[in-house]
């Protein structure tokens, strides 16, 4: 009886501890589901924080090169990638300049490797606008302006170094086009002041105009390379349902006083209650591929480069769209009054052809008196021979 009831006990005894044991498995079952879902959470917003550093890199207009701790390239961005027709290799960097067709700025000089931005930037210096070359095999060169600097973490610890570059050709093309239009105009002036030595006392103060002019050509394009050199993008992050999720602090100096998170896209930034036609962000959203535009938004009178750049979910769901905004008002601007510069430029050199015709005619026709008083003056000779 004893022995029964002992065996009784532990029996009792190791059923209350398998259901206990039961009990625990049952809670660290719920614990473990919870941390799956929560690092399957980390990862998947982990992913999005990547798509959106990769979307927000790709939207840029500038080129942006980046190179790891040991001086390997890791990231070309989408400007960078067709600026040289190519994607990143693992290249040391005594061979960038030639794999990547570097060259100095006159565009002829292959670039030294210590002379490259992000070089100097790897190796501890600022670079401020470095001059720069790239002549891609099948493409005309492209000339740049490279800032770059030296990549560290919260420690000080050197993770590598990164450059940011702006195209300029556009601008070197119309500083040429400028030069060129001044040598001969220049030039012009030169070959009719010779010919005209008789004129040149009443020609002189034209001339010293169109120096005037010139100079004022030359403020004009200085004001146009500070305009340039000051451009930069704003972001917008666009839900499918066309409601702004976020913007940069670019975006509120662009479109001030009013807070643009929550609000429909084409409401906030134009001021009207359909979709823009040809928009780039649902086209984006619809077949997933990056859209570019130059658009004039009524509302504010300006002009701005839009580029409309998905991003995706792991399933390769476009889930938002980021929308690169550079405000290029001030260019167009620009573009214009270099345009009514050149038409002045062109009837000034109009006028002074008709002034030049004028005073032609005018010696000719004093020619003509002196050459009628010099026959009155041999023929009044002539009479008075005959009365003598």
């Not at 190796?123 to 490279?146: N, S, T, W, Y």
């Amino acid at each position: 009886t004893i022995i029964s009831s002992e065996r009784k006990q532990a029996e009792e005894a190791s059923f209350k501890l398998n259901e206990e044991l039961e009990q625990l498995v049952k809670i660290r079952t719920v614990e473990l589901e919870k941390e799956i879902i929560q690092r399957k959470q980390a990862e998947e917003r982990l992913i999005r924080q990547q798509e959106f550093s990769h979307a927000l890199l790709e939207s840029m207009a500038d080129g942006v090169v980046a190179c790891d701790a040991e001086g390997v390239l890791v990231l070309f961005n989408r400007a960078a990638k067709e600026w040289h027709g190519t994607d990143p290799m693992r290249l040391p960097p005594e061979e960038w300049a030639e794999h990547y067709d570097l060259f100095r700025p006159d565009g002829v000089t292959p670039l030294p490797t210590e002379e490259i931005h992000l070089t100097r930037a790897f190796k501890g210096e600022i670079v401020v606008d470095a001059g720069m070359a790239i002549v891609a095999r099948g493409q005309a060169p492209r000339f740049i302006l490279a800032n770059g600097s030296v990549i560290r973490d919260e420690s000080g610890k050197n993770l590598g170094a990164v450059a940011v570059m702006r195209d300029v050709t556009e601008l070197r093309r119309v500083e040429e086009a400028l030069r060129k239009a001044n040598e001969e105009l220049e030039s012009a002036v030169a070959e009719r002041t010779s010919e005209l030595e008789t004129t040149l006392e009443r020609l002189r103060a034209e001339i010293e105009e169109r120096k005037r002019v010139d100079e004022k050509l030359e403020k004009e394009r200085t004001r146009m390379d500070v305009i340039l050199s000051a451009l930069n993008t704003g972001l917008s992050l666009i839900n499918p349902d066309m409601t702004i999720a976020w913007v940069n602090r670019k975006i509120r100096e662009m479109f001030p006083g009013r807070e643009p998170v929550g609000q429909i896209c084409h409401v906030f930034y134009e001021s009207r209650a359909t979709i823009c036609e040809g928009c780039g962000t649902v086209r984006a959203f619809t077949d997933g591929k990056i859209y570019e535009s130059e658009q004039l938004v009524p509302a504010t009178g300006k002009w701005y480069f839009i580029v409309s750049q998905p991003i995706k979910d792991a399933a390769g769901c476009v889930v938002n769209v980021l929308e690169g905004i550079t405000d290029i008002t001030e260019r167009k601007q620009a573009e214009e009054a270099l345009h009514l510069q050149a038409v002045k430029l062109e009837q000034l050199n109009n006028e002074l052809e008709h002034r030049v015709g004028e005073r032609t005619t005018e010696l000719e026709r004093r020619n003509h008196e002196l050459e009628q008083m010099n026959k009155s003056f041999v023929g009044r000779e002539l009479r008075m021979v005959e009365l003598k």
